[in-house]
């Protein structure tokens, strides 16, 4: 789920409701940024760890959140088969996701991610040669 704006609009309560189900089938679901607002509306967020753009941003949005004490202060949580990132955690978010789904070995995921987050281009070839493996 990207983040955007409009999660808290009943434009996507259906989609929202696909996620709850999703969840409850043990079904991966990744929600970034504004996308997490959407999660805490239905409850999901309540009772599970999880992280956002801030503490105090999902109860000064959403009403019906009451999970403060599962929230954690990191750009991305991972809490069985749901990722949660912080709008500051797409990089993390992504590479949560690529775990999960076992896109890439470990070793081209670690090369991925040092490339991407440092830009250094010894990293560059690391990637380069994992993929060749």
């Known amino acids: 789920m ?3 704006d409009t999660w808290t609009e009943s434009i996507h309560d259906r989609v929202l409701d696909y996620v709850v189900d999703f969840i409850d089938k043990g079904v991966l679901v990744a929600a970034i940024c504004v996308a997490t607002l959407g999660l805490a509306n239905k409850g999901i967020l309540n009772n599970r760890k999880h992280t956002s ?3 105090f941003y999902l109860p000064g949005m959403i009403n ?3 999970g403060q004490d ?10 069985g088969n749901l990722i949660t990132a912080s709008s500051a955690g ?3 978010w992504t590479k949560a996701i690529s775990e999960k789904l076992e896109i890439f070995s470990k070793e081209t995921l670690e090369a991925w991610f040092k490339y991407f ?3 250094e281009l010894r990293y560059y070839a690391d990637l380069i040669e994992s993929l060749g493996k």
């Open 70 to 79: 599962f929230y954690v202060d990191k750009p991305v949580v991972c809490e």
């Open 2 to 4: 990207i983040g955007g």
């Open 64 to 66: 019906n959140y009451t």
């Open 117 to 119: 987050s440092t830009a």
């Open 90 to 92: 797409v990089l993390e």
């Open 53 to 55: 753009n801030a503490l």
